[in-house]
């Protein structure tokens, strides 16, 4: 199971650090990716992290503002958010990604590469 939290309702500018905490069994973990949704618009890659290697993947509306990190022996993925932006306003979800690939540095964007979910925090900038 994955629990997100830490979401919130911050003014423009500011930060947010939500975190992911990985429970139960997992027979292997290769990556964990941050996800959120706006009203009105689709699902969308935000950050992952190679879970093995430490390697990250932004997509270029949060690079530079966003650093994703974990803490293996805590079983947890934060996602530093720094200058919000009204923009970034939306559901945000962390997932899985349980492939096996040998243990390479690869990062799926794609939602349908994890195979895990969080319910979802809920991320409110205002203007």
């Known amino acids: 199971q994955l629990q997100a939290s830490g979401g919130g309702f911050v003014q423009a500018g500011n930060s947010l650090r939500p975190s992911c905490t990985i429970s139960?069994?997992?027979?292997?973990?290769?990556?964990v990716g941050w996800f959120r949704q706006a009203p009105g618009k689709e699902r969308e890659f935000a950050a992952a992290?190679?879970?093995?290697?430490?390697?990250?993947d932004y997509a270029d509306s949060v690079k530079g503002r966003f650093a994703i990190s974990r803490e293996t022996g805590k079983n947890t993925v934060y996602l530093q958010m720094n200058y919000l932006e009204r923009e970034d306003t939306a559901v945000y979800y962390c997932?899985?990604?349980?492939?096996?690939?040998?243990?390479?540095?690869?990062?799926?964007?794609?939602?349908?590469?994890?195979?895990?979910w969080g319910q979802g925090t809920l991320v409110t900038v205002s203007s």
């Open positions: 997932a899985l990604d349980t492939s096996n690939y040998g243990g390479s540095e690869y990062i799926g964007r794609d939602s349908y590469e994890y195979a895990y």
């Open positions: 139960g069994r997992t027979a292997w973990k290769h990556a």
């Open positions: 992290i190679n879970w093995n290697k430490g390697g990250t």
